[in-house]
């Protein structure tokens, strides 16, 4: 399987189709059927208790399988999620940049299955895991 998107048509295309969120997430690296992301955390996405909040880290987790999926069938925005399922595992560090490594495990036509790990900068362990299920647009 080929890429049909690169790292930096990945990152253009989130400035400009989400840019109300653009700023919090960037691609780090791209390979068939894998990719690595990046959201920047401040104080927005903190919590109480000082830690990186849930939302932040589903938001992680499910731009990075949406990002995983257009890399290898182009740029299609309608595709949307139909499922996720995630752990929180481990405390993240606060104020530390989450980093998401995600496997796309299913690429049908009509369905896409990825698997996300997030690792909290300065932290060896995972702090969530997430399997995310797309519904991919027919072709028109």
Known sequence: MQ????LDELNVFLVEHFPQVAGDFE???????????????DDKH???????SGPTMFALADVSVYLGIL?????????VTTNCAIDFMRKPV??????????????????????TLIYSEGQD???????????IPPEQ
């Open 71 to 79: 890399a290898m069938i182009g740029p299609k925005a309608l595709a």
């Open 3 to 6: 890429l049909k998107m690169s």
């Open 46 to 52: 903190l919590r109480p208790g000082n830690t990186v």
């Open 27 to 41: 691609v780090l690296d791209v390979s068939p059927m894998r990719i690595t992301t990046r959201a920047l955390v």
């Open 125 to 135: 362990a995972p702090v969530a895991r997430a399997g995310l299920t797309y519904s």
């Open 94 to 115: 606060a104020n530390a940049n989450l980093r998401a490594e995600t496997r796309i495990l299913k690429l049908g036509k009509v369905l896409a299955v990825g698997d």
